[in-house]
């Protein structure tokens, strides 16, 4: 688990000004159990390909923006146990290989626009305990090759439709 005695769990918000790093490709905050809310402009950091507000456990949302960031290769909002829901726009992440959603205990169920990830390889989505039903349209993933959804006690069936998954190595419902 996260030690508590990380240098930003303190940290309540951000500044909006953070849009300015226009060359950043990196954005890691992980660990700031005290933020609320991500500000909009995130959205203009284009040049992201790796985004990890892991352990942010006190975010209820992401702003739709985040759907701009179509150089992200791999996003992480693992352990923010605090968001209810994710963002259609989030299926707009063209270049996405790597989504993490791990003990995102609040989640209930996941937008469709998922199955638009085309680029997907590895999923994970374990310790989601108050998520219900998984979206058909996963079925639509066909470079995921890793697929975990373990510990998601919630769930009460599969879609039919993840047997499309051809590319699977890796599934665990454990």
Known sequence: MLPNDLGCSSLTTLPNE????TSLTTF????????TSLPN?????????????SWCSSLTSLPN????LKSLTKFDISWCSSLTSLSNE????????????SGCSSLTSLPNELGNLKSLTKFETSWCSSLTSLPNKLSNLTS???????WCSS?????????NLKSLTKFDIS
């Open 18 to 21: 953070l849009d300015n790093l």
């Open 28 to 35: 890691n905050i992980s660990g700031c159990s005290s933020l």
């Open 41 to 53: 402009e995130l959205g203009n950091l284009t040049s992201l390909t790796e985004f990890d507000i």
């Open 65 to 68: 923006e985040l759907g701009n």
């Open 90 to 101: 989030l299926g707009n992440l063209s270049s996405l290989t790597t989504f993490n959603i």
């Open 144 to 150: 995921l090759t890793e697929f975990d959804i373990s």
């Open 155 to 163: 769930l009460t069936s599969l879609p039919n439709e993840l047997g």
